[in-house]
């Protein structure tokens, strides 16, 4: 790969290895944050999901050692992690955890054949809903699998990362930020089934739109939150549904007119019904290019994922008003799992710095919280590199 593909962080990764660790890394990996298009909280629920990738990303810089010693740097955390090829001590920071918990799910089936020396940085922003654990977990899976040369198609190696969630953060996540990072293509969405587990790319047929994303200057960690709620939430529903109804096996033979009344397991489980729904109506839409339908579509998921899933606040939801009422906006919803984060709002190109300038203003006159906005290009997946690159 050509010096000039590679990202800006993925460079100064190199970079600052050769500070901290003297001498040039010998291989590079790097993986995209994501953004969601719609399919909000069905990844766990075998439902379905419009993921593509963002140029923001995470890069890890290694060179293997002679000895089975194991160090690792974090350039945005601070400190040092120290271990072996036989394991690690107790470690407490979240980084480390990551680290510790990738390195030890990858080793258990693919035994490593020497200790390294890495270093790891990103830009991809922490707790906005944009995949940023994720992103960290693949670069360190792509990274771990290109230096073993172990056999491992990309979906078992999603399904390692995930195992690092669940095992050694706490987070029962499904795979769609795991997905997003690793097998997106540049200019498309995928079109995920997570009951089948078949990824589809989807090219993206809109013209003259960007996709603006606003943080709401609240940060959210999921593995303390109502998340974990919502995953017992849909189980507990289904089982109900599975007593009630013998041709129900999975969500995905719920049908909405079982959903009957307002109660919790009748609200968590319409939303997901009606959202796989939305997710055949997107891809519809970004195949033919209707920014107005896709747009409509996004305000339609906020709304479900806010009344019906419950897993927005008030300062996602002033954002998402504030945006659909901007005329250059054609619709927008909170994205990530909820609770703070960021809002995706569909946005025409020539006026998305104005809209950016008009929300951010409004909504900064009403709250106390600092927002940010991005804007972002869809990238292709997790990359491994040797280093110095070939030419």
Sequence with gaps: MPPAELPAVAELCAQEFSTHMSGVPSMLAWAPGRINLIGGHTDYNAGLALPAAINRWISVAMRPRQDGVIRVRSLDFGGELLGGVDGFGEVTASWQRFVVGS?????SRHPLPSGFDAVFTGDVPHGAGLSSSA???IAWMSL?????GADVDDLTLTQYAQQVEHEHLGVKC???DQIGSLMARPGQVMLTDFQSLNVTPVDVEL???SWVVLHSGVRRELSVSAYQDRVRECAEGLAELKD??????TMRDIEPSML?????????????CSENARVRRAVQAVESGDAHALGAILSEAHQSLRDDYAVSCPQLDLLVELAQGHPACFGGRMVGGGFGGCTLNLVRTDQAEAFIATVLAAYRAQVPEVPRSFIFDLVGGAMVSAFP???
């Design 260 to 272: 009957t009344g307002n109660g919790v397991s009748a609200r968590r489980l319409r939303h997901v």
């Design 144 to 148: 771990l699998r290109g230096w073993t």
């Design 135 to 137: 992103a960290l977990t």
């Design 103 to 107: 390195i030890s799910v990858f080793g």
């Design 174 to 176: 499904g795979l769609l």
């Design 207 to 209: 013209e003259n739109v």
């Design 244 to 249: 009630l109804h013998a041709c129900v096996q």
């Design 389 to 391: 690159p070939l030419a």
